[in-house]
Every structure is written in C-alpha cells, then in structure tokens.
C-alpha cells in the first residue's frame, strides 16, 4: 500500500475556503497513491479556538462535500484530517473524517484526549468517548489525533481492536517537537505497528506549528520525515511486516495487565 502524507502549511491570510480548495487540488495529485492523510484542523489551525464557533460544520457540511469529490477524482482512501463538527445538540468535537475512494464517509472518529487543560479545546469542545479503527485491503487504521499520542492506552485499545498502522493527525507546536517525535516513535515500537503521523506546518494564532511529520515502521524506524513546510510525503507499506515483527518479536504477547 502506497500511502502519501499532507503536511499542509496554516498562515493566517490564507481563507478557509481557499485553503479546501487549494488541498483538495494537493489530494488529487496523489492519485498513485491507495491512502492520503491530511492534519488536525487543518481547514481552521487547531489553535484558533476563536474560529471554533463560525467555521463549525455538521459531518456532511463542505469539507465533507470537497473532500469526497477530491477523492473520488484521485480514487483514494482518504484520512481527511479533522474538522469541528458541530453535532445535532450544538457541541462541538475535533472529528477525524474518513473517506472511500467512492467519496463515500467510511469512518469518523471525536478526538478522545482535548488539549488545553481548562482553556481553549480542552473547554469549547466536548470529548469523544470511542475507538476507531478502519479496515482498508492491507492494513487496519487505528485513528488518533494528536494530544492522543500522549495516552498510550488509547493505542493498546486500537492495538486490540486490530490496527496495524496508527494515523496520527496533528497540529503540535514547534516547542514540543521533540515529544512528537519521541512519542510517534514509541507507539510504533511498543504497539508494534505502522505510524503515519501527519501535522501542520505554518504560524496560526501565533503558535509555530512543528511540521515534521513522519512515518515510523513497526521496528521504530523512521521511513520518511518532512521538514517544517508545506510538503508531501509518500512511502510504501509492506502488508507482511506488522504481522513479521509481531511474530519474531512476540512482546505483545507477554503483555499481563489491562487486558
Ligand atoms: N492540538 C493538540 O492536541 C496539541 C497537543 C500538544 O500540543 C501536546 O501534546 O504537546
């Protein structure tokens, strides 16, 4: 499976209109690829809580509508990065959106784990309570956004559930850079499986944002690393490799608590 990564670049100056328009025409220049992956919020910055409000959008609203066409027109699954979504009742949560190479929307996954502590996501938006894993023809997504990646528990549960390869959509800051990669390099080695980590490039709301987005095989190493702009990046996956390590290194086997 050829998977390709949108590191997408967030300035202030750029609508959010504009920026759909601009991704979807990135997403269908990938059409080699069997999987695209696009960043958290990247169609309002995920600091830009004060956008929160106006650009919320129900899941079918028109990132949805752009996406789907985009593609449709690449014929790829598409991970469409997240959006706020403002659910039937008026809340809001940081929803992944998951498309078929149909257009059609496979999957949705409410960010579990909000950033801010007790300011911004962390209080405008309400938390997600479960997994999600998506089943393509060689691997199975485990779907995680950023602050996620701190929760280790969350990736044995999608570990359990049957993933194979954990998306990881970000927008973490520069300052922590060194935890982003640390940490996507951690869960790739103690779960064992693919991550594609895929985050935002760019100043919004007066966070640098860290770029860096990489893929990380189930041994730790690294496959591929953007730097900090705009940038695709595009690696196989071998569809033997998570079940090999998992066989010659059977440490998921040895496991003794939370299961
Ligand atoms: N958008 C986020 O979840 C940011 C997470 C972050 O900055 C961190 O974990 O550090």
């Given amino acids: 499976m050829r998977a390709s990564l949108i590191q997408i670049a967030v300035n202030e100056g750029e609508s959010v209109s504009s920026r759909r328009a601009r991704v979807a025409d990135l997403v269908r220049e990938q059409d080699e690829s069997d999987l695209v992956v696009l960043p958290e919020l990247w169609t309002v910055g995920a600091f830009a809580y004060e956008q929160f409000e106006t650009e919320a959008e129900p899941l079918d609203g028109p990132t949805y509508e752009v996406m789907a066409e985009a593609a449709r027109d690449a014929g790829v699954w598409l991970h469409a990065g997240s959006v706020v979504e403002r659910a039937g009742d008026g809340s809001l949560y940081n929803t992944t959106l998951v498309l078929s190479p149909a257009g059609e929307l496979a999957a949705t996954y409410r960010k579990i784990h909000r950033f801010g502590f007790d300011q911004g996501e962390a209080v405008l938006m309400s938390a997600g309570e479960s997994l999600t894993t998506v089943e393509?023809?060689?691997?199975?997504?485990?779907?995680?956004?950023?602050?996620?990646?701190?929760?280790?528990?969350?990736?044995?549960?999608?570990?359990?559930?049957?993933?194979?390869?954990?998306?990881?959509?970000?927008?973490?800051?520069?300052?922590?850079?060194?935890?982003?990669?640390?940490?996507?390099?951690?869960?790739?080695?103690?779960?064992?499986?693919?991550?594609?980590?895929?985050?935002?490039?760019?100043?919004?709301?007066?966070?640098?944002?860290?770029?860096?987005?990489?893929?990380?095989?189930?041994?730790?190493?690294?496959?591929?690393?953007?730097?900090?702009?705009?940038?695709?990046?595009?690696?196989?996956?071998?569809?033997?490799?998570?079940?090999?390590?998992?066989?010659?290194?059977?440490?998921?086997?040895?496991?003794?608590?939370?299961?």
């Fill in 136 to 259: 393509l023809p060689e691997q199975t997504l485990g779907i995680a956004t950023c602050y996620d990646l701190r929760f280790p528990e969350l990736f044995r549960g999608l570990v359990d559930a049957g993933a194979t390869a954990m998306v990881v959509a970000a927008g973490w800051p520069a300052r922590r850079r060194a935890h982003w990669t640390l940490l996507n390099r951690a869960r790739a080695v103690e779960d064992q499986s693919y991550v594609l980590a895929c985050g935002l490039a760019g100043t919004h709301a007066g966070v640098e944002q860290a770029g860096h987005s990489l893929v990380v095989d189930p041994w730790g190493e690294v496959l591929a690393e953007a730097g900090t702009g705009e940038e695709v990046l595009t690696v196989e996956l071998d569809p033997a490799k998570v079940a090999d390590t998992r066989r010659q290194f059977p440490a998921l086997k040895d496991r003794r608590l939370g299961r």
